[in-house]
T-cell receptor, first 112, second 110 residues
Framework: NAGVTQTPKFQVLKTGQSMTLQCAQD?????MYWYRQDPGMGLRLIYY???????DKGEVPNGYNVSRLNKREFSLRLESAAPSQTSVYFC???????????FGNGTRLTVT | EDQVTQSPEALRLQEGESSSLNCSYT??????LFWYRQDPGKGPEFLFT???AGEEKEKERLKATLTKKESFLHITAPKPEDSATYLC???????????FGAGTRLAVHP
C-alpha cells in the first residue's frame, strides 16, 4: 500500500521556469492538500481540495495553481518560479477535512 | 490571530531520560489538536488527535495531554529511535484548515 506518492523527489529550476508537482493517493481519501515547509516555520497550506471537483486557497496561494484531476490525483503548478518558492513541498490526503492527514515524502525544490 | 508555538525548539535526551514537549495555542475555539512525528527526509506521520481539555492518548512511550491553552507530549524512557521532529497542529473551530507549529527536534542519545 503506497499511501501518498509525490513526484519528483528533487527539482532545480531557474527563475521564470515552470513545473508541475504530481501527487497521487491510493487510500480513497476525499480531501487532498499541498503544503510547503521552510526552516524554522510550520507547515503552511498552499491549496486544498475538500472533495473531487473542488479546490480552495490556503494560507500562501500566490504564485501557485492546482488541479484535482480525479479523486486520486492533485497536482501543484508553478507558472513562473521565483527564488522565494525554494522549499520542501508536501502533498497530503485525508478521509475528509477534519480527519488526520497522511503525507507524502516531499519534493525538494530549489529555484536559482 | 490564531497561533501555535512549540517549545523547546530542540531537546537532547539521554536514553531513558523522560521529558515533555510543549505546544501552546491561541485559537478561536478548538476543533482538534494533532501531533505528528517527522523523520529527516520524510513526510510527517500522524500520532494523535485530542479534542477536549482533559483528554489523554497513549502510544508506546508517548502520551499526549490537552488543556484549554496547551498540549504536552510526554516521552517516557525514550530510545534512540524516538529521535525525530515532533509537530503540533490545531484546527480552530469553524475553520477547516490546520495551523502547524514549527516543531521540536528531539535527539535521544544512547
Amino acid at each position: 500500500n503506497a499511501g501518498v506518492t509525490q513526484t519528483p523527489k528533487f527539482q532545480v529550476l531557474k527563475t521564470g521556469q515552470s513545473m508541475t508537482l504530481q501527487c497521487a493517493q491510493d487510500m480513497n481519501h476525499n480531501s487532498m492538500y499541498w503544503y510547503r515547509q521552510d526552516p524554522g516555520m510550520g507547515l503552511r497550506l498552499i491549496y486544498y481540495s475538500a472533495s473531487e471537483g473542488t479546490t480552495d486557497k490556503g494560507e500562501v496561494p500566490n504564485g501557485y495553481n492546482v488541479s484535482r484531476l480525479n479523486k486520486r490525483e492533485f497536482s501543484l503548478r508553478l507558472e513562473s518560479a521565483a527564488p522565494s518558492q525554494t522549499s520542501v513541498y508536501f502533498c497530503a490526503s485525508s478521509e475528509h477535512l477534519n480527519s488526520p492527514l497522511h503525507f507524502g515524502n516531499g519534493t525538494r525544490l530549489t529555484v536559482t | 490571530e490564531d497561533q501555535v508555538t512549540q517549545s523547546p525548539e530542540a531537546l537532547r535526551l539521554q536514553e531513558g531520560e523522560s521529558s515533555s514537549l510543549n505546544c501552546s495555542y491561541t485559537v478561536s475555539g478548538l476543533r482538534g489538536l494533532f501531533w505528528y512525528r517527522q523523520d529527516p527526509g520524510k513526510g510527517p506521520e500522524f500520532l494523535f488527535t485530542l479534542y477536549s481539555a482533559g483528554e489523554e492518548k497513549e502510544k508506546e512511550r508517548l502520551k499526549a495531554t490537552l488543556t484549554k491553552k496547551e498540549s504536552f507530549l510526554h516521552i517516557t524512557a525514550p530510545k534512540p529511535e524516538d529521535s525525530a521532529t515532533y509537530l503540533c497542529a490545531v484546527q480552530p473551530g469553524g475553520y477547516n484548515k490546520l495551523i502547524f507549529g514549527a516543531g521540536t527536534r528531539l535527539a535521544v542519545h544512547p
